[in-house]
């Protein structure tokens, strides 16, 4: 089984594009995924220093944009992906590389939220003077308690013994002076508190944007760096994300959740590196590759080929519609989004001069989506409302 990983910012490093861009389909790519998230994502990618990609609001649509260059070099037609990919999954940034991955959105979405994300949490860090560290060894409990003890957040668990402390830059010093017993603290090179409350503002910016960004459920298992969870239908995949930019990361938990799907090989796309070091001492025995340069594409393709298998999602799908009857104005009864919904439930009418049909949800389910406004004119068979089956995993 295979799984395809996406890393997250501070993975990036100079002029690792360089090799990408001499192939021509990549070069266009980038070039038009540059004028959809307004910069420079070629320059960025081969001339620019250290200093300009360490920049929140560059690094996170560089390595967006990176990771889809990867995972289409893989998979040029990205439904074939679907017969061989069975687990996607990202590390902070990385969850919207995996979530354009598994088409839950475009990557023309991916681009202008990653854009806007990287500038609303550059803005947010400017607010503070807050940044990360890692702490390095330990045993989890006794590090998670001195972080907590200094009003620290336990911002990233990566596994492997890695926890990343995020806060007050005077207590992330106090840390480091007296690091948790077995452990060592390492300053991280980042611009603020990220996944902490710190970031609250970039979540009230990203959650408007996200109202108006189109959904489909996933077609591959996708994991949530929230708890490691199979997150099924899209606009909860979209709310998680957004949700992400103030709450810790649990990338122990998705690799864990790997294990428990039967994972046996995983490629992370690039820039490539930081995930494959932690899965390979979490996950024990799961073939690794780290897709670099396009050198790297035909062992790839060899991983593809001997662990490849259809996802589970692909020829099931996790959502069901319920649509007009006839011609006239569709009226719902008030439930919201994340309603769980009995079989049978009314959740509308249409009418018209002649009649008025109520809307059944014959099977139940969760409501994800709405597909047609109050009062909005609607034609026979247009879909109305997007449902989740309960109970499928």
């Not at 074939?80 to 590390?91: L, S």
């Not at 994972?263 to 390979?280: H, R, S």
């Not at 008030?334 to 059944?360: C, D, F």
């Amino acid at each position: 089984m295979l799984a395809i990983v996406a890393p997250g910012q501070g993975s990036q490093t100079p002029g690792f594009l360089a090799p990408w861009v001499e192939i021509p389909k990549v070069r266009e790519l980038l070039a038009w995924w540059s004028a959809v998230a307004d910069i420079d994502l070629i320059r960025l990618g081969t001339v620019a220093d250290a200093e300009e990609i360490k920049e929140t609001e560059n690094a996170q649509p560089l390595i967006v944009a990176a990771g889809l260059v990867g995972a289409l070099s893989i998979f040029p037609h990205p439904s074939d992906a679907f017969n061989k990919v069975a687990v996607t999954a990202g590390h902070s940034v990385g969850e919207l590389t995996a979530a354009a991955g598994a088409r839950a959105i475009t990557a023309e979405s991916a681009m202008v939220l990653v854009r806007e994300r990287g500038k609303a949490m550059a803005e947010a860090s400017a607010r503070a003077a807050t940044g990360m560290s890692a702490v390095l060894g330990g045993e989890r409990d006794g590090v998670i308690a001195a972080i907590e003890k200094l009003g620290l957040t336990a911002a990233n668990e990566n596994g492997a013994g890695q926890i990343v402390a995020a806060g007050d830059l005077a207590a992330l010093e106090q840390l480091a002076a007296s690091a948790p017993e077995g452990s060592r603290v390492r300053a991280l090179s980042v611009a603020g508190a990220f996944h902490t409350h710190y970031m609250s503002s970039a979540v009230e910016r990203l959650a408007m944007l996200s109202r108006s960004v189109t959904v489909r459920d996933p077609r591959t298992r996708l994991l949530s760096n929230k708890d490691g969870a199979v997150v099924h239908h899209g606009r909860e995949v979209l709310e998680r994300i957004v949700g992400q930019i103030s709450n810790p990361v649990r990338w122990d938990l998705c690799m864990e959740t790997m294990v428990d799907l039967g994972v046996t090989a995983v490629i992370e796309v690039p820039p490539a590196g930081t995930l494959v070091g932690l899965i390979k001492r979490a996950m024990p025995g799961v073939e690794t590759l780290e897709l670099k340069t396009p050198e790297d594409i035909p062992a790839a393709l060899d991983l593809v080929a001997r662990h490849g298998t259809p996802s589970a999602l692909d020829n099931q799908p996790t959502w069901r519609l319920v649509v007009a009857p006839l011609s006239g104005t569709f009226k719902h009864t008030g439930i919201e989004l994340g309603a769980q919904l009995k079989p049978g439930a009314v959740v509308g009418v249409v009418e018209n001069r002649r009649e008025s049909v109520e809307l059944i949800a014959e099977h139940g389910g969760t409501v994800i989506e709405f597909l047609a406004e109050e009062n909005d004119p609607v034609a026979p068979g247009q879909p109305l409302l997007r449902l989740h089956p309960k109970g499928q995993h």
